[in-house]
């Protein structure tokens, strides 16, 4: 069979041209249409000469006949009263070289061949369950009749031939699963994988038992790849990334030659029919639009299709030389035939400037010509010597029949700024020398608060203590400053009426009454209280007779002194005492007493209020006043964390907004579980994907790192697992290795044996770079003590990081 194959290559390319060459000869007629379907479609496919396409999916399985303006239902392919899951597709291929032909690929594993010349109802022909998972694709040789590829999740391909009952092939991708299969057009030995861990094997079907290239051509899954029909080098991937790759595969090494970011996963790729540079993209999830796109020019789209209202699954061009139908099927239960003349055409809509900010501050502005005017700005720099123009953006005026872009001339403008102001050392010194876990919480914002000072950030530094205060256990700060020589007493701060009575600080029940029970009164602090004065006139305080040093303003008192501790009253009738140490013990008793006004003569013999205080609270504005002599805390010794998470929450979304995306990342780490829940996941995880592309341009690799390992968002954690791919060779005979134990699968030989003490490494194994040898960390260790030497005797100085 392969020696046929290999005599008939030549012969077999020219039957295919021929072929192809007829179908040109065709001209399709038609508009845009859609009719609704019984089930959603996982796949659709076209027949050879473009007047049918089958639609398959789970609970639906069908042919259409095109016509002018509408789909006609032709034959349904579910027959039985009880379908079996042979009928539950994942795939379907019309082969072009047989019109009665179809293959389907089975939710259940099996591979299914149907004969549309049966005369019989039922037009199932072939069955092989081979494969022990969910097959993903299926793909008829473009001209061989007879041959059959399927790709599965079990992470083989098998090829199929329909002469015979089982496989003749079967392909080992020592991988995760397979997502897609394609036959090359010009190459008739080639084909192409594509699987779940981001790579891309090519195999020649004569050679089953390793893949001729390999090389990885995603971040994550490649879930579609398609082989351009008239480039035969040319290879179109897409992926879970969001991205299209176009691979040169001619050269030695596989090359991307371009890429288009799109705004989903990229779940199918089709290269347009009689246009070089066009391909059209449909996506897995998020994003229900088909875009066809010109490779050329990536950013945006050249054609888009909006008519479906779910996910698309499936797309082909509905003839091979005819650029001008689209057919597609979706989750939306509806079948779109889609002319392109109808498309929308985004480069319309598009504002045709650009902008961009450089990684030092310096801004990039790209515009026609016309609206940049020649004079001005002395601090504009045209880009390159000279005031050299670049032509970089083409613009899409009106559609043609060529299809071409109007080439239009673009100026590119360069705003330099002052290097000292747009230095961002700071940036680099904070991320290296903040501390965001391993040590405690009051630890951590004491460093980092003094990290701030010292980079001349003060709101940052005070921000810092602010949450250092709000969410530390008072009962660890400490002990308040302790009376001075004087007799001075810290008090509290200086409130703000209206934060009081918005607080309800002056409440009765704020100012409970103490242990000892000697409170007799009770002091409200409301406008109509006697201890207020209303008087607007009264702008100072005037000082007191008396000692003055327990009156303070508000730079005196200290962060700790805010946080009053719980001590025992002393009796009234005690005439000498000595104070406790805590914070806000009752005063000493004041023996000479001033003057004071008579509306607060009756309160001058209470014991909490003296002539001073009382002279000094009736002089006080009524918009800023002084507690004093309060010998009981306002508030609790120990306020929840809820209390202040809405305004932290405020904080972390002020910092955001303003671009220091790095302080709200840092505070949501050092806070953890104290604030996680007040933001919501997709706001965390854009902040948090903000900071790791910053440090990752800076190349802080250890601390993106750090910041994904600590993050608090689930999204982010998983970034250090999908992004690192660990692939294992074996020692002896440098294939692949298949993950599944410690002896080689084709040299059965152990592929890490231990240099030193020739038993196989099981735990930390360390190795030479330059000659490949290695073993237990600790044998190397020592070796390493007596000897610079490779100990597996090859001559090789040995050198270990």
Known sequence: MVKLLLAQDHRK??????????????????????CHLDAP?????????AAQVVVAGRNIFKIYALE???????LNLRVGRKPSLNFSCADVMWHQMDENLLATAATNGAVVTWNLGKPSRNKQDQLFTEHKRTVNKVCFHPTEVHMLLSGSQDGYMKCFDLRKKESVSTFSGQSESVRDVQFSIRDYFTFAASFENGNVQLWDIRRPDRYERMFTAHNGPVFCCDWHPEDRGWLATGGRDKMVKVWDITTNRAKEIHCVQTIASVARVKWRPE???????????VDHNIYVWDVRRPFIPFATFEEHKDVTTGIVWRHLHDPGFLLSGSKDSTLYQHKFKDASRPVDKANPEGLCFGLFGDLAFAAKESLISGGGDSNRKPYGSGGDRRYPIFFFKKPDLTEQFAHESSALSVFETDLESSRMDWFVKTARRYLL??????????????????????????????????YSDPGNLATATSISKGGSIPLMNSFNMKEIAAGGLGSESRLDRGKGEIWQDTIHLDPGNSLINNNDENEETEGSEGPADYLFGDAELEDDDLYPMEHENPTAEEAEYS???????????????????????????????SGNEAEAVCLTPIKSFSLISISQPLYESHLPASFFSPVVREMLQHYAEAGDVQMAVSVLIVLGDRIRKE???LTQEHWYTSYIDLLQRFELWNVSNEVIKLSTCSAINCLNQ????????????????SNKGWICDRCHQCASICAVCHHVVKGLFVWCQGCSHGGHLEHIMNWLKSSSHCPAGCGHLCEYT
Not at 41 to 49: G, Q
Not at 275 to 285: I, P, Q, V
Not at 722 to 737: A, D, E, G, V, W
């Open 13 to 34: 390319m020219e039957k295919m041209a021929r072929v192809t060459t007829a179908l040109g000869s065709n001209t399709i007629s038609g508009c845009t249409m859609f």
């Open 41 to 49: 479609a996982n796949a659709i496919s076209v027949c050879r000469d």
């Open 68 to 74: 002018e303006e509408q789909f006609v239902e032709k």
């Open 275 to 285: 246009r070089k540079y066009h391909l059209a993209t449909c996506s897995m999830m």
């Open 437 to 470: 876990s391993g040590k405690p919480f009051r630890e951590l914002c004491d460093h980092n608060a003094k990290v701030a000072k010292e980079l001349n950030r003060p709101q940052v530094s005070t921000t810092w203590t602010m949450l250092r205060i709000m």
């Open 579 to 609: 104070l406790p140490q805590e914070a806000f013990p009752l005063r000493h008793e004041i023996v000479d007493n001033p003057s004071v006004p008579e509306h607060l003569q009756d309160k001058v013999d209470s014991p909490h209020v």
């Open 679 to 681: 933001v919501d996941e």
């Open 722 to 737: 999908t992004s690192t791919t660990l692939h294992i060779n074996c020692s002896n005979c440098k294939r692949p290795m």
